[in-house]
């Protein structure tokens, strides 16, 4: 953005002090980094966690407001705060599961922020796909986050309350972003940056009245704010873009002319007179004081009160920017749900069981992919009948009867529920995993000299490596593409071994008669087993029931792709008569 020619002083003093051309060094911590507390630092309120996480040290973030303040380049610069949002400790690695569910895709089409009057500010996708693939490892956590879901969901008129204070601060942040260093244009733009400000803080005070969940933690924010000393100052100010008070000031000058003291004396009602004299007695004033030798414009006075009305207030700026990217969170959620239930589809808060229960079981019911919603066509639901906390479950069924999809399903479901948001389900209990392993049928890499065979050896080797006991291990087609007689080898041994660590394990394979012998045989106390339900005509219909399927349909997806002997041989024929 082009500089302008003429700058404030306040930010000509701002560029000799920090030597960056403009620029203002100051730290925030990276995504994922939890810093320590400092002290005097400002009190941004958490509404992800029971108690609050520490923030780094966000001095440099003031600083930063008060340069944007006065005028200086900072568009966009405000994600880098946003982004810092401490987060509790967990247990998942992003890299076992992230690119499998399509994270990146899933927050940006999925999980849609609704209700907006103002869209010029792009929710931060990067800062939602951290927290999503970050679910805390203490429980409670997630619990106050679904009491927050529970309370938004229950009373539309905090839902509207959260949008019109999500919506306050985006119009602060982009006041403070708007460059506008030419006088009279920085007057106004203060102005306008009072005013945004004052908006906010009203919606957060005014607000969350009644609010049991963490919500209440954003009045008891604009309550602070609009109990310092110079907020009835500062609302005064604001109202001088209305004309309805004056303000005495008390001036200090140097024999040169120029400004060098400045204090508010008093602001009196003014019952709607102008703030300034009228345009001919401020020519007479600033005659006799050339005459005098003052150098001193108009607009020079009035920017040096905006400057002393808003100093107090650079903290509770910081403060109230910070809680944006928790509350895109709820508000995704939220759009998740409309989403949803425009295609007739319902969302629910699961129960989270601890895995020391020893009757803890999984139950699900109206599971959907919400990835589907990326193609045409209807999103079938389906139930998960598996019971025990340590089930090793084997699905099996023919090509394109939904098994990977309902794996990515029951992985989608178990990450957001323990992220503690809503879940693709009508009901859901789910039993807490401390971290998620998910490996859906990869390619063959083409640096991998072993081949098919060697890839998916590596595979069971970095499930092993990663899963602990407890974890949730979702594995698509074990063993595909290798000599069937090691393949059902290396599966036995893989499900032999497993039950020591205790997983959740979900696993589907086209080991059909190994399964049927496991079925019989059960080697494993522990293993379930669920295969595609077919309707009459042997057609799926994407749902899983109890038991162990008997054929892969290979048939009906040859007759589908014209690959039946019948339908070569006139392919033989059609190519020998045209020689």
Known sequence: MARRNQESESVRRRRRKTGTGGGIQF????????????????????LLHVTAMPWGDLSGSIELTRYAFEGGDCAGVFDALVEALPLAETGFSAGSFANQLYLDE????????????????????????????????????????????????????????????????????RALETEAIEEPNLVRRKIAVLIALQAAVNAAADGFEGASSNLSRLRTLGESVRGKSGWERMTQMVDLEGNLAAVD?????????TVRGFGIVAVRDRGGADLLPRPFTRLMQRLGSWLQGHRYGESEVVVRLLDEVFSPFAEDIVALIATTGAIELY??????????????????LPTLLSPSDEVAERKIEGLFNPLLFLQDGAVRTCDVPVPGKEA???????????KTRFLQALAITQLLGQVGILVPASEARLIRAPSMFLSLVEGVDASQIEGRLGSELLRIRKLFEEIEPGSLAILDELCSGTNPNEGEEIFSTVLSLLPKLRPQLFVSTHFLGLAARLEAERPVPTLAFLQVDLDANEKPTYRFVPGVATTSLAHKVAERLGVTRTDLEKLVAKKLGAG
Do not use: M, W
């Open 27 to 46: 730290y925030v911590p990276p995504v994922g980094e939890v810093p320590t507390s400092l002290e005097g630092q400002p009190k941004v309120p958490d």
């Open 106 to 173: 899933l927050v940006q089409r999925c999980l849609p922020i609704r209700g907006l009057s103002d869209t010029t500010l792009a929710p931060s996708t990067r800062l939602l796909r951290h927290v999503l693939a970050t679910p805390p490892r203490d429980p409670l956590h997630c619990e106050s986050r679904q009491a927050v879901l529970r309370e938004l969901r229950a009373g539309p008129e905090l839902v509207t309350q959260l949008r019109a204070y999500y919506t306050a601060i985006r119009q602060l942040r």
């Open 249 to 257: 000031v008390r001036l200090q000058l140097g024999s040169d002319g």
């Open 331 to 348: 508000l995704a959620s939220l759009g998740f749900a409309e989403l949803a239930e425009a295609r007739g589809l319902s969302v629910c």
């Open 392 to 402: 090793l479950t084997v699905i099996t069924g023919p090509n394109s009867g939904g």
